[in-house]
């Protein structure tokens, strides 16, 4: 089977999320909600500035495309952008409230559920089909996040919350069709920070005056915020929102990885067998895309 682009950037899109604690650990001085709210602000004025100004003819197209469509799509296109918006808002706060008030671990536990919350949320949903080597993989998807809620049970409820934002996220985007997508991505975040703002005088604390925080803050805003929900939402056009799932395992996985090998966290028997698990249940749900090309030489 071809390897699409749409499949690559899915991945790529990832692979990026994967690097972000190495943006967020050199913040964990300042209060979880100001680094919530100046992401979402930063993330607006960037995306705005590009939309209105540099993406003048595709705001254009846009607009004409959506007043072309019948008014029960643009209803549907507008419910689902706003909607996305909510959804985003509601996977931030919730994922910094478990994490700073539930547990750590209940915060990463939530990305692992995710996958396995997206893909059968889509099946139901979106009428998406498995294949049995993809049931498989979600199979051996819930063996991985057994093994790694022992002790943990209390948990499990707080991240099914911060799952289930983002799974019906990516669900809701994957019918969101008809207009460009960083113009809907725009909407959303704009949408985001005005849902936030009239807690920032409230909530936040004092303003910043380091410059570093400023210049990390960018950095997540752009590059662990912008570009691989961009990547998301393109990547939707052409993949469906069960393998957007699977693949939003390569997060915790890179996570994984950099906490053992970066910051020298330590790890347990358990652990290492879940990740492998994970992993290994990655080659399946994609062994079609791996060894599409072995199988095709065969036959």
Not at 149 to 176: C, E, G, M, P, T
Not at 284 to 292: A, D, L, P, S
Request: aromatic share 16%; with cysteine; charged share 10%.
């Amino acid at each position: 089977m071809k390897f699409s682009k749409y499949y690559l950037v899915a991945f790529v899109s990832f692979l990026i999320w994967g690097f972000f604690s190495l943006a967020l650990k050199p913040l964990k001085g300042y209060p979880s909600l100001d680094i919530l709210f100046y992401r979402v602000f930063i993330c607006a004025a960037v995306m705005a500035v590009i939309s209105l100004f540099m993406r003048v003819r595709v705001l254009k197209e846009s607009i004409a495309a959506f007043k072309g469509m019948p008014v029960a799509r643009k209803r549907e296109v507008a419910f689902l952008t706003l909607a996305g918006g909510v959804l985003l808002t509601a996977n931030w706060f919730f994922f910094i409230y478990v994490m700073n008030h539930i547990s750590v671990k209940a915060a990463s536990f939530a990305y692992l559920v995710c996958p396995i919350m997206t893909t059968v949320i889509a099946f139901f949903v979106l009428d998406e089909k498995l294949s049995k080597w993809q049931w498989t993989a979600v199979m051996l998807s819930v063996l991985s996040c057994i093994l790694l809620s022992f002790n943990n049970i209390a948990d499990i409820l707080y991240s099914l919350i911060v799952a289930a934002s983002y799974a019906f996220y990516l669900v809701s985007q994957r019918k969101n069709t008809g207009i460009d997508k960083f113009l809907v991505l725009t909407i959303q975040i704009i949408f985001s920070a005005l849902l936030l703002l009239p807690f920032y005088p409230k909530y936040s604390a004092a303003l910043p005056t380091e410059a570093s925080f400023y210049i990390l803050i960018t950095l997540i805003a752009v590059v662990f915020t912008i570009v691989p929900l961009f990547m998301n939402l393109y990547a939707l056009q052409g993949v469906t929102s069960s393998t957007m799932g699977i693949l939003l395992y390569i997060n915790p996985l890179m996570n994984f990885a950099i906490a053992l090998f970066y910051f020298h966290e330590p790890i347990n028997a358990t652990q290492i067998t879940a990740y492998s698990i994970i992993l290994l249940s990655i080659v399946i749900f994609n062994e079609r895309f791996i060894f599409g090309r072995r199988r095709t030489a065969v036959a």
